[in-house]
């Protein structure tokens, strides 16, 4: 996996509006925006495996890499499978908002969707806290942080999701 960024939707209109010919600037992303994608990829590879799928291997890499037993990586596939579960009902809705030009309405909804999604992952964050030791916890953000965006991340900012 390549080095993931987001763009404030702000951030772009403006640089946008300013400078029609630049490149917009990229921020790296937020621990629970990693948290997001590292949690959606244990579950993709989870599921490939489970389907006979050549994913078998790279699951057990990431929690061979991880240093994590059967037991320690659990929680993070619960995790993983019940956030999946749960953007898989908002996944949809957020699609059939996206427009050319959206309204006020959908730019609200929108907004109260994201909000949804990120409320989503915190309470995943929060659950993997309660379920792994301190140690386990702190060896799975490091790791997250080298997998998804080595060098542009630190594992210590644990705010929330901003809107993305």
Do not use: C
């Not at 929060?126 to 060098?151: C, D, G, N, V, Y």
């Amino acid at each position: 996996m390549g080095l993931i960024f987001q763009l404030p939707h702000s951030a772009a209109a403006q640089t946008q509006a300013a400078q029609p010919s630049a490149a917009p600037q990229l921020h790296p992303l937020s621990l629970p925006h990693t948290y997001w994608h590292f949690l959606i990829y244990v579950n993709v590879l989870d599921q490939n495996a489970a389907q006979g799928v050549s994913g078998g291997s790279l699951q057990n890499d990431l929690q061979t890499r991880l240093q994590f037993s059967e037991a320690d990586f659990a929680p993070v596939r619960a995790s993983a499978q019940r956030l999946a579960s749960e953007l898989a009902t908002l996944n949809p809705l957020m699609n059939s908002l996206t427009s050319a030009k959206p309204s006020a309405t959908q730019m609200s909804e929108m907004s109260g969707l994201i909000a949804q999604r990120d409320a989503y992952i915190s309470s995943e964050m929060a659950s993997l806290a309660q379920a792994l030791s301190p140690q386990k916890r702190a060896a799975l953000e490091a790791f997250m942080t080298q997998f998804l965006a080595p060098k542009t991340l630190t594992p210590q900012a644990t705010a929330a999701p901003a809107n993305q």
